[in-house]
């Protein structure tokens, strides 16, 4: 009974080292994942492109503009006295935002009230691309803002009143790296633990090995815990690689235990592989398990938090995150990794993560038997 | 040989969706018996050894291997047999020697123990044992899934289509193979689309559309075969098929390769009667000889 498990773990880890692609992949994932990925899935607004329409020309709107370019946020690419020139460009893709400074910016700063029609200052803001139009908009207000409070040592009529200081507790230079880490690593279990195992179970399908398996005492118990048993240690490898990575290429340490990561990442691969032997029960070619695979954890993904934060959903899409493991296993990782959680702050992440995988390994189990 | 059965069938239907892939099969296989069933693609072959070998259910009627009842006893049933699929199954990418020990451990045994059961075949492919299956020809793999399903020693063995696709001399070692296993003591139920193999088993069933249409040994099938038969030569074969056909007494007429055989109910017409017919229809220069009726002339003659 022993040697027949060892042979069939022996048996899975050789065809898993065999096959041309797998070992250099599951070697290659994790340096793609902390040296590529989080540059690449970076939401930080930097690079502004700002053109200037200065018709006041005076000593304080090139004070203005210098402010704006030395705070790092905008490249300045023109400055004209035109507002269609400036229209054209922003028409053309060329610049994110306009900030017009109109004659009268310079008297308004000393004191006189403009008049009602008259707009000393405008901002425009292309919001094609919506993230960094707001965000860009938001800095360009806060650069203005400050200027002119600089200058009037007071606050004015129709700007801020409160200036809004934010320290970030976490995470102190809202580095986007660091907080996209984690999830990386969740994705590439996902991705890992959700495919391989189906499309290995689907290729003994299509080949019609599992029925000459099947004709022997192996139970089916047997058989595909030696299955998951090489992806499971290519997935711890793949969390600790990673971790040990951002150390060493970034410093970010991990927070908290690395205990705490393991049982959550058992945790997700259960759920994750009993998904996918699921599906492979209910598919006949790896083409179908592939695609019904890459649906669900696409859905997963975007509706997680991964990405955007699950309270921004409307209702329905809360809802579904509720459902997707997705959503438990990346705020735990999160939490681990970037606040040090414990699992005293992360057990009802653990309890819901439990109970999808009861869930799937059961509905798995019972379509296995079905199926024969 | 004995008398005890080893495989018995009794009432076995079988339907996919539609499909009525067998209907009600009866057949009893004795113990140390080569048994071939033996009928064209799609007859439902595969049907029947899937239920035999504990792959699927059938949905109705019983069957038993060894005594041991294909649905009960399942986990027995897979202890005692070897089953060698229609398309080769084994894992492509571990090597010869890799797979046989595979499967010699999950039948909680090693090669070690059972050598002498494989040695004959095997020693024909140890010198590839470190190739991994999938370079193998196609006797080679085979000859391994042979080997594999014989590791364990079972009592009985189930080939599914062994030789189809495979050539001419393999065909015949691989049945000379099985004529020494069987010699063994091992009960051998095999299926083919291949006619002239039923001659090489102890007995036969015929099978088509999923029904049994003809069982015993190759000799009573052949004796039982009711019309007298001819085998008719000549270079046009179209015509002479054609004119023979329509004769009165005339039961069957059809191709066999470069012959075609004329079966001729008990009252009608004899060798000299059937060539002045073809020269009375200007078609000069065939023969026709009285031959012993085959394998395929009974099932044609049933179906």
Redesign the interface.
Known sequence: MIAMWKYLLKKEFKQYLRDPGMPRMTLMFPFLIILVFPFAANMEVRNIKLAMVDTDHSEQSGLLMEKCASSGYFEIVDVTASPEKAQEMMDRGKIDAILTINAGFARMLEGSVPAEDAIPLGIKVNTVNGTRGSIGSQYLNACISSYIMSKKGGSIPGSAQIEVRETYLFNRFQDYKLFMIPALIVIAITMMCGFLPALNIVSEKEKGTIEQMNVTPVNKFAFIVCKMIPYVAVAFFMVFSCLLLAKIVFGYGCAGSLLDISIFTLAHIIVMASFGLLVSNYSENAQQAMFIIWFFSMVFMLISGIFTPVDSMPGWAKLVSYANPLTYYADAMRGIVLKGSSLADTWVDLVCLLGIGGLTTTWAVLSYHKTN | MDDRIAIKVEGICKSYKATRALQDINLEIKSGELFGLIGPDGAGKTSLFRIL????LADSGKASVEGKDVVENY?DI??T?G?M?G????????SVE?NL???A????TSVEENYDTIKEIYSQIEMFKDRRARDLSGGMKQKLALC?ALVHKPEVLFLDEPTTGVDAVSRREFWAMLARIKASGVTIFVSTPYMDEAGLCDRIALILNGKIIGQGSPEEIRSRYPYKIYAARGENMFNILKTLRPLDGVVQCSSFGCECHVSVSEDGPGEGELLSVLDAAGINGCTIEPIEAGIEDCFIGLS
Do not use: W
């Open positions: 070998t504990t792959l699927s986990a897979r202890r047999i089953y699929p398309h080769f199954a084994l894992y492509q990418d571990l890799e020990k595979f499967y451990t999950v039948f909680g594999c």
